[in-house]
């Protein structure tokens, strides 16, 4: 196993099945050097478990420096080194790794006297050091972590958060007693089968009583999984043929709708549905089954499916009473993914408060979100991860960032199934640089000249390029090792160059495939090379210190001027970071 997982492990019953070396450490009589040094360091860690309120407020690297002790580390730079280890734990994303060979790497064995008293030789003493700072840890660190913090894994990208313990449960008992206060949760009687487990996600904090039911189900079997995938896909047929709803995509829908309306001006709405999934009608939907061509068993399963959400909360059985649970197996097929969301567009302003009356005498909607174009101002609306523009009839993607968050938690660079060897490390880079990995950035929506002008494709492109700078500099921070330098990584040159070349190349290709009637062919592949070398340059400036001897390189390698004279656009644009991402910041910072 080359990497190691940096995930709070659930149980440490099954770390001692597998790890043999830290149960005949735990079995027998403390008697060589490093076993009496651990043993000693685990007694003060329980100590301090005891005294929860005396340290309930402390930094988890405060209550280290009292539970390992000098005589471990031997000097304050190998603290230093562990410690670094230990920010990345408590600053994590999910599914997050590092190499193995990092918890022995560059620590300075001669200054460690219990190491030293094994009469090993630097091999076996570096081999014994990794396996010490595993045991600490897997049986210190993270125990203490979690007895003092709950690790809340966001349902949205990949962060992880940590919430002191007392706040956590206040959380979950004050919203599992409005839950049953309101009957959304009822205790079931009989005897019945729990499908999971049910989550209950802070939208904000847990100061705020706003929340997000989520089913955590339970692993089902082969036989079940293919029950359900086949009638998964028996009611999205029947759904198509009964729901009004057209499946077509966003860039047609718009490209037709603007050609219609042609140069009328254009009013708009978004509403946001409030607890979309809650307020489906059960009674509703098993009508509806009732009256489809289904085979009658295949109607009985689904209709107890959807009458009987029995979860677990607790380690306690209830009965789910508020609509359809999200997370089940067949939520998305009662409910599509895009229906809590409504834009709608007409050249009549009217049209558009009695769309707002209608939907309100439907649905319950969360004001704070509706967005509104009378006419007034700029006249945009975001939209299923797009700005759309009602005046210019232009599209770009929507980047959105609260401030000073860390854009790395919305990427996942470590794979566990397939692990790359530490030699090629490199390849962790690469890997998640491809194109069909981030075309999300690139869309027809973007680049297109039906709609939008060749300037608006341009700004879009160099947004879009500023997020893989980020993505590329998330993904070396990742790799990264302790006070590494950029020279010790020769690879991040020949990486970057891959990258820019490589997406200018398909994007060129692709503005190519996507013209309209704003096409003039001014657009080439050297324009947009250079302003994507100037979109890294702008994000790896954030962080000179390390990336100076790299920017250097780029700088005097290309002639970076952008050829703009047949554009009606400011270079300027192209020479500071865009809004969006000015909020970004780069470093791991700890909360906790």
């Known amino acids: 196993m080359v ?47 005891i005294l929860e309120s005396v340290y309930s407020e402390v930094k988890i690297t405060k209550i280290l420096d009292e539970v390992i002790g000098n005589d471990y580390f031997g000097t304050t730079q190998n603290r230093k080194r562990f410690y670094h280890l230990v920010n990345k734990i ?106 999971g487990i049910l989550r209950l996600f802070p939208k904000t904090n847990c100061d705020s009583l706003e929340y997000r039911p989520l089913i955590s189900l339970m692993k089902y079997n082969r036989v079940t999984k293919e029950k359900f995938k086949r009638i998964s896909k028996m009611i999205n047929f029947f759904s198509r043929d009964v729901s009004r709803i057209e499946y077509t995509s966003v860039f047609a829908s718009w490209k037709k709708y603007t050609e219609v309306v042609k140069g009328q001006q254009i009013y708009g709405i978004k509403l946001d549905i409030k607890d979309a999934f809650g307020n489906v009608n059960i009674d509703k939907v098993c009508e509806i089954i009732k009256q489809s061509t289904f085979k009658d068993q295949d109607k009985q399963f689904i209709i107890k499916h959807v009458q009987s959400q029995y979860i677990s909360f607790n380690k306690k059985l209830y009965r789910w009473n508020h609509g359809l649970l999200q997370g089940d197996c067949l939520d998305t097929c009662f409910l599509h993914r895009m229906a809590d969301d409504y834009f709608f567009c007409s050249t009549e302003k009217s049209d558009i408060d009695k769309f707002e009356f209608k939907v309100k005498s439907m649905f319950q909607l ?16 975001s939209y299923f991860g797009q700005i759309f523009n009602l005046n210019s009839r232009q599209v770009s993607k929507l980047y959105s960032f609260k401030k000073d968050s860390s854009i790395r938690h919305k990427f996942k660079f470590w794979n566990i199934k397939y692990r790359i060897p530490e030699i090629s490390k490199q390849n962790i880079v690469s890997r998640t640089l491809r194109f069909m990995y981030n075309n999300h950035c690139f869309k027809k929506l ?76 001014n657009i080439s592949f050297r324009l947009l090379k250079n302003i994507a070398y100037r979109a890294f340059i702008l994000v790896l400036r954030k962080n000179n210190e390390f990336y100076k001897s790299i920017i250097r390189y780029i700088k005097n390698k290309n002639n970076l001027y952008l050829y703009l004279d047949k554009f009606k656009i400011s270079p300027n644009i192209f020479t500071k970071l865009p809004q969006a991402f000015e909020d970004i910041c780069l470093g791991r910072r700890s909360e906790i």
Not at 18 to 27: A, D, S, V
Not at 366 to 380: I, L, M
Not at 466 to 495: G, N, T, W
């Open 446 to 521: 973007e680049l297109n000249t039906s709609f939008n002008t060749e300037e608006t494709v341009l700004i879009n492109y160099f947004e879009g390029m500023v997020f893989i700078a980020f993505k590329y500099e998330a993904a070396v921070m990742a790799i990264r090792e302790f006070q590494q330098e950029a020279e010790d990584m020769p690879f991040l040159i020949s990486l970057l160059e891959n990258v820019i070349y490589g997406y200018s190349n398909t994007i060129f290709l692709k503005i190519q495939c996507c013209k309209g009637s704003n096409h003039t062919g």
């Open 90 to 195: 408590i600053t994590q994303s999910r599914f997050e790794c590092v190499y193995k060979s990092v918890l022995s790497k560059g620590y300075n064995i001669n200054s460690i006297s219990w190491l030293q008293e094994e009469n090993l030789d630097e091999k076996g003493s570096r081999a014994l050091l990794e396996k010490t700072n595993l045991y600490i840890l897997r049986f210190v660190v993270k125990p203490l972590i979690k007895h003092f913090y709950h690790a809340l894994k966001s349902f949205r990208g990949y962060e992880v958060k940590f919430i002191e313990r007392r706040k956590w449960h206040s959380f979950q008992h004050t919203i599992l007693n409005e839950l049953l206060h309101l009957k959304f949760l009822t205790l079931p009687s009989g005897t019945h089968i729990s499908r």
């Open 366 to 381: 969360t004001e704070a979100k509706t967005e509104r174009a009378d006419g007034s101002g700029e006249c945009v609306i």
């Open 3 to 49: 990497y190691y997982q940096l995930s709070l492990d659930r149980k440490l019953r099954k770390i001692w099945k597998r790890e043999k070396w830290c149960r005949k450490l735990k079995q027998k009589r403390s008697a060589k050097p490093f076993e009496i040094m651990l043993n000693r360091i685990c007694e003060r860690s329980r100590r301090i478990k």
